[in-house]
Every structure is written in structure tokens, then in C-alpha cells.
């Protein structure tokens, strides 16, 4: 897919203020500083449309980009960053379940992973969450150049071992960085062929 065209359109706390509209969207989310921000302006390749950061809670709001003029990516804050306080883990729990509830145009969510550790009781506990929303989702391993590959496929292949031992049909699984713009075309090329309505 060609991306010729990405506008950001907009950032909310409340979900019902976001766009009112059929088209499809994908939301991006993960671990705070595993590369959401990032991993938008390398499949869009624009450098600067999601803001980044080295310090982990850059990305506060649900923004939303227009992709084509036909298709949404949705950026949204991390979870798992130990400094947030009670209160702030509790607003965005409560903003993210209620954005899978009521996004009835979401297509599927990119939970992503940093590839570089062990299995982390945040990302299998958060995954646990849409399977209970039934939330469509699948994997996205981050920063891979940070590492050799057979890492990457070590800390895989482990997080796999854990989500067997509750899910009976693993998700698909996407390898990425966004430094080296590697995994753009496959991230692409899925959500081509599940956009089309
Ligand atoms: P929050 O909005 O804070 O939750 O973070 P985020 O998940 O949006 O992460 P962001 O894209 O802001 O990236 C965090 C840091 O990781 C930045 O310093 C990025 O430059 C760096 N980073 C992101 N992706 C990659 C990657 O693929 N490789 C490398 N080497 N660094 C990356
Ligand atoms: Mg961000």
C-alpha cells in the first residue's frame, strides 16, 4: 500500500469525542516507550507526525491520524511505566476499555512488545483484557535492531510459550523497527487486506 496522504485529525481524553465515523481504524498500544509513536511515522513515513520520546508517557491522549482519507491509525497512551501514580493508571484504564467498548469501527489492535525481554506480566495482563473485551489484536515485536535475531526470536518464542498456557490460538506476529524501517510492508500489507469493507 501506498500511504499518500496522513493527517492528524485530532486528540481526546473521551472517547466519545473522537471522530464519529465508519471507517476503519487500527489503534496502536503498548508498554509506555516500547515505540507506538515511533512505529505510526515509520509506516506513514513521516518523521514527526506522532510526537516520540526517549522518556517513557510522551503520548498522553488518543490521537487519531487519517490515513488516504480512508482509514484511521489511532495512537494511544502506554501502560506499565512504574512512576505513574494510582490515580493516573486508573484514568487510563478506564479510557482505554472504554475506547475498545465503543470504537465500533476498530479493526484490530497492534499490542506491541519490546523485543529485547522476557515475557512481562503487563503485556500478557493487558492482552488478557482484550481478550475479554473481544477485542481483535494482534503481536508486534519492537526495536529488533536493538538486539541479534536469534534474540528477538528467543523472547518470541517465549512469550508464545506463555499466552499457550491460556490462549488456544496464538495472534499473528509482526517483527519490527522502526530505526531501521524494517516490517513496514507486512504491517501494511495486513492492514490492506483487512480494511476492505
Ligand atoms: P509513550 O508515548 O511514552 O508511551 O512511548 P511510545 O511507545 O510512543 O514510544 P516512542 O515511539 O516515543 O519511542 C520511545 C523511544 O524509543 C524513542 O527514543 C525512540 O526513538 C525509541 N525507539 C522507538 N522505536 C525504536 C526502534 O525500532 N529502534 C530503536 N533503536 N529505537 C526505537
Ligand atoms: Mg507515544
Redesign the pocket.
Known amino acids: 500500500m501506498i500511504i499518500k496522504d496522513a493527517q492528524f485529525i485530532c486528540s481526546n481524553t473521551q472517547v466519545d469525542k473522537c471522530p464519529q465515523t465508519n471507517l476503519p481504524e487500527y489503534a496502536f498500544i503498548g508498554r509506555?516507550n516500547v515505540g507506538?509513536?515511533?512505529l505510526i511515522n515509520m509506516l506513514t513515513n513521516r518523521n514527526k507526525l506522532?510526537?516520540?520520546?526517549s522518556f517513557p508517557g510522551?503520548?498522553q491522549l488518543i490521537n487519531h491520524f487519517l490515513i488516504n482519507e480512508s482509514w484511521y491509525l489511532v495512537?494511544l497512551?502506554?501502560y506499565g511505566w512504574a512512576k505513574v501514580s494510582k490515580d493516573s493508571r486508573e484514568k487510563w484504564g478506564k479510557m482505554i476499555r472504554a475506547y475498545m467498548r465503543l470504537r465500533t469501527n476498530l479493526i484490530c489492535v497492534f499490542v506491541l512488545i519490546d523485543s529485547r525481554h522476557e515475557p512481562q506480566a503487563s503485556d500478557l495482563e493487558f492482552i488478557e483484557l482484550l481478550g475479554a473485551l473481544e477485542v481483535p489484536f494482534v503481536l508486534v515485536f519492537t526495536k529488533t535492531d536493538k538486539q541479534s535475531a536469534v534474540k528477538t526470536d528467543q523472547n518470541i518464542a517465549a512469550f508464545s510459550r506463555k499466552m499457550r498456557e491460556t490462549w488456544e490460538e496464538l495472534p499473528q506476529i509482526f517483527k519490527t523497527s522502526s530505526a531501521e524501517k524494517a516490517g513496514r510492508d507486512e504491517i501494511l500489507d495486513f492492514i490492506d487486506a483487512t480494511n476492505k469493507q
Open positions: 509506555s507506538k509513536s515511533s506522532a510526537k516520540t520520546s510522551k503520548t495512537d497512551p502506554g
